[in-house]
């Protein structure tokens, strides 16, 4: 299964603003776009934006999404200690037929 | 409220078989696409099945295909995967979750560990 790309960690400072990055390909996140979920030690995991800046009901405007190519970008602006947290991206891939996930990336807030 | 709760995990060994269940509630389970999600202990996501609202269309992760099928009953908003010949590394929690333009409601998981 093909995966997305993105970096294992990100460290930024409280109040500061982190950026996520996700990489594709043509048959996914250039496709279609990239959804982002948010997921809390030992919870499942939260929607935080899909196709690109769609955001659910909830979900702080702290956060925004984007795409250039096939790269997916998250940014969270004003980091707060609740912001802590694996972020994941995901995409439909048009070829394989199948839905793939990035590997995560584990956000602290110092 | 809109809420999938997922059972049928449990302790058992490789080779054999069992069958997951989510049961689905507070909207129209069958107007959704459905998916199965696992995640391994300390690891990330991992796509595993979905099926179209109406069960005609399924497709599967190449880690399961041919090993496991997803169904569904919409009479009883219910969604299952049935698992057979089951490995050691078929050992995660697994996730329902709806898809309303992606993965936007997830049960708490139920756990299945694989070993002898």
């Known amino acids: 299964q093909a995966g997305l790309t993105q970096p294992p960690s990100v460290s930024k400072g409280l109040r500061q603003t982190a950026t996520l990055t996700c990489i594709g390909n043509s048959n996914n996140v250039g496709n279609q776009g990239a959804a982002w979920l948010q997921q809390h030690q030992g919870h499942p995991p939260k929607l935080l934006s899909y196709r690109n800046n769609n955001r659910p009901s909830g979900i702080s405007e702290r956060l925004s999404a984007s795409r250039s190519g096939n790269t997916a970008s998250l940014t969270i602006t004003g980091l707060q200690p609740e912001d802590e947290a694996d972020y994941y991206c995901?995409?439909?891939?048009?070829?394989?037929?199948?839905?793939?996930f990035g590997g995560g990336t584990k956000l602290t807030v110092l | 409220q809109v809420q999938v709760v997922e059972s049928g995990g449990g302790v058992v060994q490789p080779g054999r078989s069992l069958r997951l269940s989510c049961a689905a509630s507070g909207f129209t389970f069958s107007s959704y696409v459905m998916h199965w999600v696992r995640q391994a202990p300390g690891k990330g996501l991992e796509w595993v099945a979905l099926i179209w609202n109406d069960g005609n269309e399924k497709h599967y992760a190449d880690s399961v295909k041919g090993r496991f099928t997803i169904s569904r009953d919409n009479s009883n908003n219910t969604l299952y995967l049935q698992m057979n010949s089951l490995r050691a590394e078929d050992t995660a929690l697994y996730y329902c979750?709806?898809?309303?333009?992606?993965?936007?409601?997830w049960g708490q998981g139920t756990m299945v560990t694989v070993s002898s």
């Open positions: 979750a709806r898809e309303s333009d992606a993965f936007d409601v």
């Open positions: 995901s995409a439909w891939d048009s070829t394989l037929s199948e839905w793939v």
